[in-house]
């Protein structure tokens, strides 16, 4: 058996969680394998909708196991306080399965995230301030704390060595309004809630898992574009967001990954700062951002939005291996006559469709091309052969470019509203 793997291939927000969810009750095991709190994945079931920022998006799947690998860094408060609200929806929490080499956010991480950020003044990097960053430098550094050490007898020890270091490093960044001892207060709580679920040594746990022919699915979080290594660094998450990332925070060879599914919108946002080459900021823009309801599931902040941006994508596609090719929201386009869609670059007044060192260069223009668009609701279509002539016109024309079939299209936030294309299995 092999590891299926789902991620995003955008700047994030891409629609993650609906895809895992629907996708979840053909696997045993959703592993999340990356990240922390800083992402969120919405999901809506019967109207109502949830929104998940650690736990695998297979919770709502009665026979799924859902496991938070060791590549992700955890806030207990963040982490209590989603396993209430699924407490009160009457989810079972006991098959969320947390990996003990995972690294834990303490208070002081967000003190210090905050104070970084605050230090930056215009050149702020966007973060979401939740202690993503400090978390994994301490990771690298070799300082953090992971969930296995609060079995250790002296865990508040080493607690407070760790958070005497932050105290004397956020002296270095201008004053913030942080209330450490509440916050401790409720993180030393919320890690007795924590404690309900089972530690588990991840990496022996999935290996014996998949020789036991179980099906797996890795869930991504954030995108592509914000991997530290191969995003639009500096304006990037703090981890490995790619299929090569599985291996590391899964602890599994590469040769077990087994089909790709890539998720993009039919369009691109972005949140915070950063480089967005087909970015649309004015009426048009807003028009997308409000159709799409382009607010962050974890900050609220409004999201950037312009038009899909296909050099990055096939850039994405390359990193990641991408076997499946997943579009989200297409029913935001339903009002547009025609959509554009930016086939390469001209650089300087050379045309390449090559993801140049440096995006935000000064004489960087995305080239578009102009596609007739349905301007019709889609939304309530469920069969692929009854959707419009310039629906299927669009897909067409991604995939020639992309060199990846698509086999998901998603007209809408709810379970149901989403049209198999092609072969999943």
Same mark, same amino acid.
């Given at each position: 058996?092999?590891?299926?793997?789902?991620?995003?291939?955008?700047?994030?927000?891409?629609?993650?969680?609906?895809?895992?969810?629907?996708?979840?009750?053909?696997?045993?095991?959703?592993?999340?394998? +990356?990240?922390?709190?800083?992402?969120?994945?919405?999901?809506?079931?019967?109207?109502?909708?949830?929104?998940?920022?650690?736990?695998? $998006?297979?919770?709502?799947?009665?026979?799924?196991?859902?496991?938070?690998? &060791?590549?992700?860094?955890?806030?207990?408060?963040?982490?209590?306080?989603?396993?209430?609200?699924?407490?009160?929806?009457?989810?079972?929490?006991?098959?969320?399965?947390?990996?003990?080499?995972?690294?834990?956010?303490?208070?002081?991480?967000?003190?210090?995230?905050?104070?970084?950020?605050?230090?930056?003044?215009?050149?702020?990097?966007?973060?979401?301030?939740?202690?993503?960053?400090?978390?994994?430098?301490?990771?690298?550094?070799?300082?953090?704390?992971?969930?296995?050490?609060?079995?250790?007898?002296?865990?508040?020890?080493?607690?407070? $060595?760790?958070?005497?270091?932050?105290?004397?490093?956020?002296?270095?960044?201008?004053?913030?309004?942080?209330?450490?001892?509440?916050?401790?207060?409720?993180?030393?709580?919320?890690?007795?809630?924590?404690?309900?679920?089972?530690?588990?040594?991840?990496?022996?746990?999935?290996?014996?898992?998949?020789?036991?022919?179980?099906?797996?699915?890795?869930?991504?979080?954030?995108?592509?574009?914000?991997?530290?290594?191969?995003?639009?660094?500096?304006?990037?998450?703090? $981890?490995?967001?790619?299929?090569?990332?599985?291996?590391?925070?899964?602890?599994?060879?590469?040769?077990?990954?087994?089909?790709?599914?890539?998720?993009?919108?039919?369009?691109?946002?972005?949140?915070?700062?950063?480089?967005?080459?087909?970015?649309?900021? &004015?009426?048009?823009?807003?028009?997308?951002? +409000?159709?799409?309801?382009?607010?962050?599931?974890?900050?609220?902040?409004?999201?950037?939005?312009?038009?899909?941006?296909?050099?990055?994508?096939?850039?994405?596609?390359?990193?990641?291996?991408? $076997?499946?090719?997943?579009?989200?929201?297409?029913?935001?386009?339903?009002?547009?006559?025609?959509?554009?869609?930016?086939?390469?670059?001209?650089?300087?007044?050379?045309?390449?469709?090559?993801?140049?060192?440096?995006?935000?260069?000064?004489?960087?223009?995305?080239?578009?091309?102009?596609?007739?668009?349905?301007? +019709?609701?889609?939304?309530?279509?469920?069969?692929?052969?009854?959707?419009?002539?310039?629906?299927?016109?669009?897909?067409?024309?991604?995939?020639?470019?992309?060199?990846?079939?698509?086999?998901?299209?998603?007209?809408?936030?709810?379970?149901?509203?989403?049209?198999?294309?092609?072969?999943?299995?």
């Amino acid at each position: 058996m092999f590891i299926d793997v789902l991620l995003g291939l955008q700047w994030g927000d891409e629609g993650k969680g609906k895809i895992v969810d629907y996708l979840a009750d053909k696997y045993d095991l959703i592993c999340r394998f +990356q990240g922390g709190p800083n992402a969120g994945h919405t999901i809506v079931i019967d109207g109502k909708k949830h929104v998940l920022h650690t736990i695998p $998006s297979g919770v709502f799947r009665k026979n799924v196991i859902n496991v938070i690998g &060791n590549g992700v860094v955890i806030d207990p408060i963040v982490m209590a306080r989603e396993l209430r609200n699924l407490e009160d929806n009457n989810i079972n929490i006991s098959k969320i399965l947390v990996a003990r080499k995972a690294h834990l956010i303490l208070p002081t991480h967000r003190y210090l995230d905050m104070g970084s950020e605050a230090s930056k003044g215009k050149e702020k990097i966007g973060s979401t301030l939740r202690g993503i960053g400090p978390t994994y430098m301490d990771k690298t550094g070799r300082n953090g704390l992971r969930v296995g050490d609060i079995e250790t007898p002296d865990f508040r020890k080493r607690y407070e $060595s760790l958070r005497s270091k932050h105290i004397s490093l956020g002296k270095i960044y201008p004053d913030i309004d942080f209330d450490l001892k509440a916050e401790e207060q409720k993180w030393f709580e919320s890690l007795e809630y924590l404690k309900k679920l089972d530690f588990i040594d991840c990496s022996y746990y999935v290996n014996d898992a998949l020789k036991e022919g179980k099906k797996i699915l890795a869930e991504g979080a954030q995108g592509s574009m914000l991997d530290i290594d191969y995003g639009t660094y500096p304006f990037v998450t703090s $981890s490995n967001t790619l299929t090569a990332g599985v291996c590391v925070g899964l602890g599994v060879a590469p040769q077990t990954i087994g089909k790709v599914f890539g998720i993009t919108k039919s369009y691109c946002t972005r949140v915070g700062s950063g480089p967005f080459p087909t970015e649309l900021d &004015n009426e048009l823009g807003e028009e997308l951002r +409000q159709i799409g309801a382009e607010f962050g599931a974890t900050t609220g902040r409004p999201r950037r939005t312009g038009w899909i941006d296909l050099p990055q994508l096939k850039y994405t596609i390359m990193l990641n291996g991408v $076997s499946d090719l997943c579009i989200t929201k297409m029913d935001c386009l339903n009002t547009f006559k025609n959509i554009e869609v930016a086939t390469e670059y001209k650089i300087n007044g050379t045309s390449t469709k090559s993801l140049p060192y440096n995006l935000s260069d000064d004489g960087l223009e995305p080239i578009y091309t102009s596609l007739k668009g349905w301007d +019709q609701d889609i939304n309530d279509i469920r069969d692929y052969n009854q959707m419009p002539k310039e629906v299927k016109d669009y897909i067409k024309f991604l995939e020639s470019y992309l060199e990846v079939k698509v086999t998901m299209l998603s007209t809408g936030p709810e379970r149901e509203a989403l049209i198999i294309k092609g072969d999943l299995s």
